[in-house]
């Protein structure tokens, strides 16, 4: 549990840290290439001031070097004429450069950008209006180094980013784990605690039955007993499955034989209640897992689908491998478990008896057990409700 919640932690943060990060290198690029497309327009206004306008007309012929760029010159006279007086821009013709400074003209824009362009009106003398225009090449070389290196300092950014968050939700979890371990160790000692006065009390029991003969009385201590000794069993395999320091005993074993073994002497329980069994095991199903822990699964599975069957109704147990997964399904008639309750009914101590109907005891612990025996093989459980079946479905990895 507390592992979930630390990865789900690590996630939130991780998500907030990428959110944050990513937006700000995206709103840095964006002002840097702004900004150098602004630093392109004021180097050709520095040339128009230091050379003079007539050298972007081809005016003055001289060798004065201007800052290194492709441009193209346009006039626009004052009767809406426009004259192309120079072109170096080897992706223009003059034709599109005399519609483009048309459309300028007729915005009355005197500086900026147009698609792979920027622009500068230079000069209105006699009322003729000078546009000068430069591609973007340089903005957009400056423009990319700087995204590299915003890109290498993303990645060295998420890498600490997740070395913080890592230690954070270990720093955030640590009152969890404590409240949690310190839970478990109470549970635990109270349950070993309870087994003493479980087994006397079953001694007494039995004495008093031999001294004064079966009664009433004594029915209802045994009940009781069986009672709370089935659910101190519980509680300590719960414990024991959690246990970090616990003992697994893991190899491959045949999952199909070990259905059968556990399923068919249901059969007879199902004849006597009046419930159908349907079972579809595919053969030599072979998993790599603790057997005991399965076994474990396997019956509190066909318990809970043995109890929750209404009258006259079915059972049906499937396995089947597939390439890398092994699917087991328990599924029983009876009433639809809700949508709001599918994912509690796996949690501890939580109980649907009286609303579903169960029949046997049942003290919220055997679909937990079964939770934690899925996740201690790497699986996933599940319920769904179809076509008047409650399934709960179980994918193991298979071992290829």
Not at 143 to 157: A, D, Q, R, T, Y
Not at 263 to 278: H, K, M, Q
Request: charged share 25%; net charge neutral.
């Amino acid at each position: 549990m507390t592992k979930n919640l630390r990865k789900r932690i690590i996630i939130v943060l991780m998500t907030l840290f990428t959110i944050t990060l990513l937006g700000t290198l995206i709103a840095v690029n964006v002002l840097n290439y702004n900004v150098n497309l602004k630093h392109q327009r004021m180097a050709i206004r520095d040339d128009v001031r230091h050379y003079g306008v007539e050298v972007f007309c081809g005016q003055v012929k001289n060798n004065i070097k201007i800052s290194e760029y492709d441009y193209c010159t346009c006039v626009v006279l004052t009767d809406n004429t426009v004259v192309v007086m120079s072109n170096q821009l080897p992706d223009y013709s003059s034709k599109e450069m005399k519609k483009i400074t048309r459309e300028l003209s007729h915005q009355n824009l005197s500086s900026g950008s147009y698609k792979d362009l920027v622009f500068v009106e230079a000069d209105r003398k006699s009322g003729n209006r000078v546009y000068i225009f430069s591609d973007n090449r340089t903005a957009k070389e400056n423009s990319k180094n700087f995204l590299i290196f915003s890109v290498i300092i993303f990645v060295i950014g998420l890498l600490i980013l997740s070395g913080v968050a890592y230690l954070l939700s270990k720093w955030m979890i640590k009152p969890t784990e404590d409240s949690i371990k310190a839970e478990k160790e109470f549970m635990s000692n109270i349950s070993h605690d309870l087994k003493t006065p479980i087994t006397i009390i079953k001694a007494n029991a039995d004495m008093l039955e031999g001294e004064f003969g079966r009664n009433k009385q004594i029915e209802y201590i045994r009940q009781e007993t069986a009672k709370m000794s089935s659910m101190v069993n519980e509680t300590l395999t719960l414990l024991s499955i959690d246990s970090p320091v616990q003992q697994r005993v893991f190899e491959e074993f045949d999952l199909s034989s070990l259905l059968y073994e556990m399923v068919l002497p249901f059969e007879s329980v199902a004849y006597e209640n009046g419930i159908t069994f349907d079972i579809s095991i595919e053969d030599k199903i072979m998993l790599f897992g603790d057997s005991e822990q399965i076994t474990r699964l396997i019956s509190i599975l066909m318990d809970n689908a043995m109890s929750y069957t209404n009258e006259n109704g079915k059972v049906k147990i499937s396995a089947f491998r597939t390439s890398s997964k092994i699917h087991i399904a328990f599924s029983n008639t009876g009433k639809e478990i809700p949508k709001e309750k599918r994912e509690k009914i796996f949690r501890r101590f939580y109980r649907d008896n009286e609303e579903r109907g169960g029949r046997g005891n049942h003290y919220g612990l055997g679909l937990a057990i079964a939770h934690s025996v899925v996740q201690l093989h790497h699986g996933k459980i599940s319920v769904k409700c179809e076509n008047g079946f409650n399934t709960f479905e179980i994918v193991l990895p298979a071992q290829n």
